[in-house]
Protein backbone atom coordinates (compact mmCIF):
# COMPACT_ATOMS: atom_id res chain seq x y z
CA UNK A 1 0.00 0.00 0.00
CA UNK A 2 1.18 3.54 -1.40
CA UNK A 3 0.07 6.93 -0.54
CA UNK A 4 1.31 8.83 -3.20
CA UNK A 5 -0.89 11.96 -4.55
CA UNK A 6 -3.53 9.99 -6.82
CA UNK A 7 -7.50 11.89 -8.47
CA UNK A 8 -8.64 11.58 -5.22
CA UNK A 9 -6.06 13.45 -3.40
CA UNK A 10 -6.05 16.19 -6.22
CA UNK A 11 -9.87 16.77 -6.32
CA UNK A 12 -9.72 17.32 -2.41
CA UNK A 13 -6.70 19.37 -1.99
CA UNK A 14 -8.40 21.80 -5.12
CA UNK A 15 -11.61 21.79 -3.22
CA UNK A 16 -11.05 22.54 0.29
CA UNK A 17 -8.47 25.38 -0.93
CA UNK A 18 -10.70 26.27 -3.56
CA UNK A 19 -14.02 26.40 -1.15
CA UNK A 20 -11.26 28.64 1.51
CA UNK A 21 -10.68 30.64 -1.16
CA UNK A 22 -13.91 32.18 -2.49
CA UNK A 23 -15.03 33.33 0.80
CA UNK A 24 -11.71 35.54 0.84
CA UNK A 25 -12.06 37.38 -2.09
CA UNK A 26 -13.67 37.76 -5.94
CA UNK A 27 -13.66 35.17 -8.54
CA UNK A 28 -11.01 36.15 -10.56
CA UNK A 29 -8.90 35.95 -7.55
CA UNK A 30 -9.89 32.80 -7.28
CA UNK A 31 -8.86 31.68 -10.98
CA UNK A 32 -5.37 33.50 -10.36
CA UNK A 33 -5.09 31.22 -7.10
CA UNK A 34 -6.30 28.15 -9.01
CA UNK A 35 -3.96 28.76 -11.66
CA UNK A 36 -0.92 28.46 -9.01
CA UNK A 37 -2.19 25.71 -7.60
CA UNK A 38 -2.48 23.83 -11.04
CA UNK A 39 1.00 24.88 -11.42
CA UNK A 40 1.90 23.38 -8.17
CA UNK A 41 0.37 20.26 -9.14
CA UNK A 42 2.56 20.13 -11.95
CA UNK A 43 6.08 20.38 -10.58
CA UNK A 44 4.97 18.15 -7.44
CA UNK A 45 6.87 14.72 -7.94
CA UNK A 46 4.89 11.71 -8.87
CA UNK A 47 5.83 9.61 -5.89
CA UNK A 48 5.36 12.56 -3.41
CA UNK A 49 1.91 12.17 -1.06
CA UNK A 50 -0.59 15.34 -0.28
CA UNK A 51 1.05 16.41 2.62
CA UNK A 52 4.34 17.74 0.39
CA UNK A 53 1.85 20.09 -1.02
CA UNK A 54 1.15 22.51 2.45
CA UNK A 55 3.89 24.66 2.68
CA UNK A 56 3.51 25.72 -0.44
CA UNK A 57 -0.53 26.02 -0.64
CA UNK A 58 0.42 28.22 2.34
CA UNK A 59 2.77 30.67 0.59
CA UNK A 60 -0.04 30.52 -1.80
CA UNK A 61 -2.53 31.51 0.24
CA UNK A 62 -0.57 34.37 1.81
CA UNK A 63 0.48 35.51 -1.46
CA UNK A 64 -2.67 36.21 -2.79
CA UNK A 65 -5.04 37.01 0.03
CA UNK A 66 -3.02 37.85 3.20
CA UNK A 67 -3.52 34.49 4.93
CA UNK A 68 -1.08 34.18 7.77
CA UNK A 69 1.52 31.45 7.83
CA UNK A 70 0.46 30.37 11.25
CA UNK A 71 -3.30 31.04 10.08
CA UNK A 72 -4.65 27.80 12.69
CA UNK A 73 -3.07 29.85 15.58
CA UNK A 74 -6.04 30.57 17.32
CA UNK A 75 -7.38 26.76 17.34
CA UNK A 76 -3.96 25.45 17.91
CA UNK A 77 -4.55 27.47 21.41
CA UNK A 78 -7.58 26.46 21.50
CA UNK A 79 -6.97 22.87 21.54
CA UNK A 80 -4.06 23.00 24.07
CA UNK A 81 -6.52 25.04 26.51
CA UNK A 82 -8.91 21.80 25.90
CA UNK A 83 -6.65 19.12 26.92
CA UNK A 84 -4.96 21.13 29.71
CA UNK A 85 -8.18 21.90 30.92
CA UNK A 86 -9.12 18.02 31.92
CA UNK A 87 -5.71 17.23 31.92
CA UNK A 88 -5.27 15.72 35.55
CA UNK A 89 -8.36 14.03 35.13
CA UNK A 90 -7.83 12.21 32.16
CA UNK A 91 -4.22 10.92 33.03
CA UNK A 92 -5.96 9.86 36.12
CA UNK A 93 -8.90 7.99 34.40
CA UNK A 94 -5.53 6.37 32.51
CA UNK A 95 -3.79 5.55 35.78
CA UNK A 96 -7.17 3.99 37.19
CA UNK A 97 -7.64 1.85 33.96
CA UNK A 98 -7.40 -2.17 33.96
CA UNK A 99 -4.61 -1.41 31.94
CA UNK A 100 -2.85 2.16 31.85
CA UNK A 101 -0.74 2.10 28.79
CA UNK A 102 -3.95 0.72 26.35
CA UNK A 103 -6.02 3.31 28.47
CA UNK A 104 -3.61 6.10 27.43
CA UNK A 105 -3.45 4.96 23.46
CA UNK A 106 -6.90 5.27 23.28
CA UNK A 107 -6.90 8.53 24.49
CA UNK A 108 -3.81 9.67 22.20
CA UNK A 109 -6.59 8.14 19.31
CA UNK A 110 -9.14 9.83 20.38
CA UNK A 111 -6.95 13.03 20.56
CA UNK A 112 -6.52 12.84 16.54
CA UNK A 113 -9.90 14.21 16.59
CA UNK A 114 -8.04 17.36 17.06
CA UNK A 115 -7.57 18.20 13.23
CA UNK A 116 -8.73 21.98 12.16
CA UNK A 117 -7.01 21.36 8.71
CA UNK A 118 -9.20 17.84 8.27
CA UNK A 119 -12.07 17.91 9.58
CA UNK A 120 -12.28 22.19 9.66
CA UNK A 121 -15.47 23.69 10.99
CA UNK A 122 -16.95 19.63 11.85
CA UNK A 123 -14.49 19.96 14.79
CA UNK A 124 -16.29 19.73 17.95
CA UNK A 125 -14.74 20.63 21.74
CA UNK A 126 -18.13 19.30 22.66
CA UNK A 127 -18.62 16.54 20.94
CA UNK A 128 -14.77 15.58 21.85
CA UNK A 129 -15.59 15.34 25.28
CA UNK A 130 -18.28 12.65 24.38
CA UNK A 131 -15.93 10.49 22.99
CA UNK A 132 -13.83 10.94 25.49
CA UNK A 133 -16.54 9.28 28.00
CA UNK A 134 -16.42 6.70 26.05
CA UNK A 135 -12.80 6.03 25.57
CA UNK A 136 -12.24 3.15 27.23
CA UNK A 137 -14.07 1.15 25.55
CA UNK A 138 -12.21 1.63 21.84
CA UNK A 139 -11.80 -1.43 19.74
CA UNK A 140 -7.78 -1.71 18.37
CA UNK A 141 -6.06 -4.08 16.73
CA UNK A 142 -4.92 -6.27 19.76
CA UNK A 143 -2.67 -8.61 18.38
CA UNK A 144 -0.80 -5.46 16.39
CA UNK A 145 -0.76 -3.91 20.23
CA UNK A 146 0.37 -7.09 21.91
CA UNK A 147 3.22 -6.43 19.37
CA UNK A 148 4.09 -3.05 20.33
CA UNK A 149 3.74 -3.80 23.89
CA UNK A 150 6.24 -7.02 23.53
CA UNK A 151 8.96 -4.11 21.75
CA UNK A 152 8.56 -1.65 24.37
CA UNK A 153 9.58 -4.71 26.86
CA UNK A 154 12.46 -5.06 25.26
CA UNK A 155 13.50 -1.98 23.22
CA UNK A 156 15.71 0.73 24.63
CA UNK A 157 14.58 3.90 22.27
CA UNK A 158 11.04 5.01 21.43
CA UNK A 159 10.68 8.16 19.06
CA UNK A 160 7.57 9.67 19.07
CA UNK A 161 6.29 11.48 15.90
CA UNK A 162 3.29 13.56 16.82
CA UNK A 163 0.51 15.18 14.80
CA UNK A 164 -1.54 17.97 15.79
CA UNK A 165 -1.71 20.52 18.74
CA UNK A 166 -3.84 20.04 21.30
CA UNK A 167 -3.53 16.10 20.54
CA UNK A 168 -0.24 16.46 21.75
CA UNK A 169 -1.21 16.65 25.13
CA UNK A 170 -2.84 13.43 25.07
CA UNK A 171 0.22 11.96 23.81
CA UNK A 172 1.81 13.26 27.16
CA UNK A 173 -0.58 10.73 28.58
CA UNK A 174 0.01 8.16 27.18
CA UNK A 175 3.28 8.65 26.60
CA UNK A 176 3.88 8.65 30.79
CA UNK A 177 1.75 5.71 30.96
CA UNK A 178 4.68 3.91 28.98
CA UNK A 179 7.28 5.40 31.06
CA UNK A 180 5.84 3.82 34.21
CA UNK A 181 5.53 0.69 32.53
CA UNK A 182 8.55 0.20 30.09
CA UNK A 183 11.34 2.53 32.69
CA UNK A 184 14.29 1.25 30.65
CA UNK A 185 12.79 2.83 27.60
CA UNK A 186 14.09 6.52 26.70
CA UNK A 187 11.41 8.18 24.71
CA UNK A 188 11.93 11.15 22.13
CA UNK A 189 8.94 13.37 20.79
CA UNK A 190 9.42 14.69 17.08
CA UNK A 191 7.49 17.52 16.18
CA UNK A 192 7.52 19.94 13.18
CA UNK A 193 10.10 22.05 11.92
CA UNK A 194 7.62 25.31 11.52
CA UNK A 195 4.19 26.21 10.96
CA UNK A 196 2.17 23.39 9.35
CA UNK A 197 -1.43 23.78 9.53
CA UNK A 198 -2.33 22.95 13.26
CA UNK A 199 0.31 20.77 13.75
CA UNK A 200 2.02 20.58 17.02
CA UNK A 201 5.74 22.28 17.41
CA UNK A 202 8.23 22.59 20.03
CA UNK A 203 5.87 25.91 21.29
CA UNK A 204 2.84 23.38 21.30
CA UNK A 205 4.92 20.84 23.30
CA UNK A 206 5.88 23.40 26.01
CA UNK A 207 2.07 24.48 26.22
CA UNK A 208 1.35 21.20 27.11
CA UNK A 209 4.18 20.38 29.82
CA UNK A 210 6.02 17.57 27.56
CA UNK A 211 8.24 15.85 30.22
CA UNK A 212 10.31 14.29 27.28
CA UNK A 213 13.30 15.45 24.94
CA UNK A 214 11.55 16.97 22.13
CA UNK A 215 13.25 17.55 18.79
CA UNK A 216 11.81 18.75 15.60
CA UNK A 217 11.90 17.38 11.98
CA UNK A 218 13.57 20.19 10.17
CA UNK A 219 10.65 20.84 7.90
CA UNK A 220 7.32 22.55 7.72
CA UNK A 221 5.65 19.66 5.83
CA UNK A 222 2.60 17.37 7.51
CA UNK A 223 3.71 14.30 8.22
CA UNK A 224 7.13 12.51 8.01
CA UNK A 225 9.04 13.67 4.62
CA UNK A 226 11.97 11.55 4.89
CA UNK A 227 13.60 13.23 2.61
CA UNK A 228 13.54 16.42 4.07
CA UNK A 229 14.28 15.75 7.28
CA UNK A 230 16.69 17.49 9.49
CA UNK A 231 20.17 15.54 10.46
CA UNK A 232 18.57 15.15 14.33
CA UNK A 233 15.31 13.97 13.02
CA UNK A 234 16.68 11.44 10.22
CA UNK A 235 19.31 9.91 12.94
CA UNK A 236 16.48 9.50 15.65
CA UNK A 237 14.85 7.18 13.13
CA UNK A 238 17.35 5.57 12.16
CA UNK A 239 18.28 4.32 15.72
CA UNK A 240 15.01 4.40 17.45
CA UNK A 241 13.85 0.44 18.40
CA UNK A 242 10.36 1.46 18.15
CA UNK A 243 8.79 4.62 16.41
CA UNK A 244 5.12 5.55 16.78
CA UNK A 245 3.64 7.52 14.40
CA UNK A 246 0.18 9.74 14.77
CA UNK A 247 -2.14 11.03 12.32
CA UNK A 248 -3.43 10.21 8.83
CA UNK A 249 0.03 12.18 7.34
CA UNK A 250 2.42 10.41 9.29
CA UNK A 251 0.92 7.27 7.20
CA UNK A 252 0.93 9.25 4.07
CA UNK A 253 4.16 10.35 4.32
CA UNK A 254 6.27 7.07 5.44
CA UNK A 255 3.93 3.97 5.32
CA UNK A 256 5.83 1.30 3.06
CA UNK A 257 9.62 2.75 4.75
CA UNK A 258 10.20 -0.45 6.38
CA UNK A 259 11.27 1.07 10.05
CA UNK A 260 9.53 -0.70 13.01
CA UNK A 261 6.74 1.82 12.97
CA UNK A 262 3.25 1.53 14.73
CA UNK A 263 1.05 4.20 13.22
CA UNK A 264 -2.20 5.54 15.48
CA UNK A 265 -5.32 7.61 14.11
CA UNK A 266 -8.37 8.29 13.47
CA UNK A 267 -9.62 7.44 9.45
CA UNK A 268 -10.93 11.57 8.60
CA UNK A 269 -10.99 11.36 4.79
CA UNK A 270 -12.29 8.75 1.99
CA UNK A 271 -8.81 7.55 0.75
CA UNK A 272 -8.20 5.97 3.99
CA UNK A 273 -12.23 4.91 4.28
CA UNK A 274 -10.89 3.46 0.75
CA UNK A 275 -7.74 1.75 1.96
CA UNK A 276 -8.26 0.40 5.09
CA UNK A 277 -12.19 -0.67 4.72
CA UNK A 278 -13.29 1.46 8.08
CA UNK A 279 -15.97 4.10 7.94
CA UNK A 280 -15.06 7.94 9.00
CA UNK A 281 -13.23 8.37 12.48
CA UNK A 282 -12.84 4.55 13.13
CA UNK A 283 -9.82 4.48 15.95
CA UNK A 284 -7.00 2.64 14.21
CA UNK A 285 -3.46 1.00 15.23
CA UNK A 286 -1.75 -0.47 12.39
CA UNK A 287 2.32 -2.28 12.10
CA UNK A 288 4.53 -1.19 9.64
CA UNK A 289 4.29 -4.48 6.82
CA UNK A 290 7.65 -6.04 7.92
CA UNK A 291 8.17 -9.38 9.71
CA UNK A 292 7.37 -9.28 13.45
Same mark, same amino acid.
Given at each position: ?53 ? *??? $?? #?????? !??? @? +???? =?? /? ?22 ? *??? $?? #?????? !??? @? +???? =?? /? ?33 ? !??? @? ?133
Amino acid at each position: MRFSMNPHCLQCHLRRNLDLACTLGTDEQAMDFARDLMELYLRAPREVSSPWLA *PET $AR #LLQKHY !GLD @L +DRYR =LE /KEASNRFVMERFDQLREKAVQAPD *PVL $AG #LQLAIL !GNY @L +DFSA =LG /KNVSFEKLDQMLDDALGMELDGEVYRQLCGQLEKG !GKL @LYLTDNAGEIGFDRIFAEMLAQRYPQMAITFCVRGGNALNDATRADAAAVGLPFPVIDNGNCIPGTQLDQLSLEAKTALETADVIFAKGMANVETMYGCGWNVYYAFLVKCQLFVQQFGKPLLTPMLVRELQNP
